[in-house]
């Protein structure tokens, strides 16, 4: 439950800006395909730098919009199919949890090796 509502803490300071995070996907997307249609080598190193940065935006913007409020487990004394709506809506918050965490890991080693690609 704690990481839930360590997820739910980033998501209400990231939904704050949201706006900024619409901004950076928008200019990863044109800085990609700008260095796309470039074509030259040198160009080539600064990829993966905007498909990090698109990354982490949409990784922001999935966490802001799913986890400002996270379902709660349900108690005992709660009617059969309302239980079973709070156990589903639980589970797929928890699902959800672990697809952000597992792309955020795999983000920060992106993000180490863009940085590594452009300090070389």
């Known amino acids: 439950m704690k990481l839930l509502n360590l997820i739910q ?15 950076l996907s928008l200019l ?9 249609l470039q074509g030259t080598a040198e160009a ?4 993966l730098p905007t498909m990090v940065l698109l990354g982490w935006s949409i990784c922001l913007l999935g966490i802001s919009s799913n986890f400002r409020e996270v379902p709660q ?10 239980r079973i709506a ?11 949890a ?9 983000l920060i080693y992106l993000s180490i090796r863009s940085v590594f690609m452009l300090l070389a």
């Open 9 to 23: 803490s980033i998501a209400r300071s990231a939904y704050k800006f949201r706006i900024l995070n619409w901004g």
């Open 73 to 82: 487990k349900p108690v005992a004394g709660t009617r059969l199919f309302r």
């Open 44 to 47: 080539d190193r600064y990829l």
């Open 98 to 106: 672990a697809v952000f965490f597992l792309s955020s890991l795999i």
């Open 28 to 36: 990863s997307v044109v800085l990609f395909f700008y260095f796309i």
């Open 86 to 96: 709070m156990n589903f809506r639980y589970r797929l918050a928890w699902f959800w």
